[in-house]
């Protein structure tokens, strides 16, 4: 079975727990029409069997964000967990 429709394979480079909820970020094929390939996801359940959405979506208690460039994804990866660990 190949991946359900709106998700792609997520490659986790780098993940922390902070104050119980996790943070990831990685790369993936994001096929919706995109140059992105970098993302920050947060949240319990966002990757699912190592599959996660392939567009953006944000709330407090999960989330993932996509990004072309390397760099802002990991800054991006970088204020969420200064953002996460003031909650």
């Known amino acids: 079975m190949g ?36 993302f920050v996801a947060w949240g319990k359940g966002v990757i699912s069997s190592g599959l996660i959405h392939t567009f953006n979506s944000e709330s407090l208690e999960q989330g993932s964000l996509w990004f072309v460039d390397e760099d802002e994804a990991e800054v991006q990866y970088a204020k969420l967990r200064e953002v996460l660990s003031k909650r």
């Open 3 to 38: 991946n359900p429709c709106g998700t792609t394979n997520a490659k986790i480079y780098k993940t922390m727990d902070v104050n119980g909820v996790p943070i990831y970020y990685g790369s993936g094929v994001n096929p919706v029409n995109s140059p992105a390939q970098y």
